[in-house]
């Protein structure tokens, strides 16, 4: 796909966003607030999403519905990597490449996110750290664009704050590393913008304000406004 895809848009809807392995939605919330119309999809049944759900694998979904969603973001589990390993502690498979090629049949936008482990799998990601947009925790996480959509990176700030150490309580003045069986779902809550999660849905999540930017992104990409 070398040439854009511009967003479709239906005027008085909102564009319409498939958010695959969408878990409990922290990038979807993101994405509503940057004026998207969000459906989820999870092979697990995921009751905490906030916003229309459908259980489902998500290659499959997105190889027969992907075509009428005008954005799609994908945040595959990945194996084989040990940071990958460690910190999700399961089984998945490796969705990376299969999700990649199930994306470019649909011929729209997407993105695909994932963590540092995966990033030789990843093809020109861009970083996103939380003081990037004033998120107090340093959580990196990595997007491919693709399907016509790019992303610039932007300047990554120093980490200045010193990191409570993993699985301990966070000290004042001291960032959260909120991974694994991390202590304080409520400052996690606080900190990433996620307050309908717990800890299963934290550990995992991608905070809002990193897809906000992302969709926003998306939307003047297509010479569109955000909607109202
Ligand atoms: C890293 S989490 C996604 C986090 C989410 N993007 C967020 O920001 O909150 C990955 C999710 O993929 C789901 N998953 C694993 N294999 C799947 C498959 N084949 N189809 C759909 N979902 C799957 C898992 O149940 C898990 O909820």
Redesign the pocket.
Known sequence: MTQPIPIRRVPGQRPRLLDL???????AKGYTDAGFDVTG????PQPRYPYRFVQA???AFVLTHGAGFDFIHA?P?CQHDSECQRIQGNT?PD?IAPTRTALEATGRPWVI?NVRGAVPKLRGPVMLCGPMFGVDTYRHRYFEPGGGFTLPQPEHPAHTVQQAKMGRPVPPGQYGQFVGNFSGVGLARRVMGVPWMNRD?IR???PPAYTRWIGAAALPTAGLGVAA
């Open positions: 392995f969408c878990c409990q939605g922290g990038a999809v999870d092979l697990h694998d998500a290659i945040s589990p998945h969705l996110e849905g995992e999540c991608i």
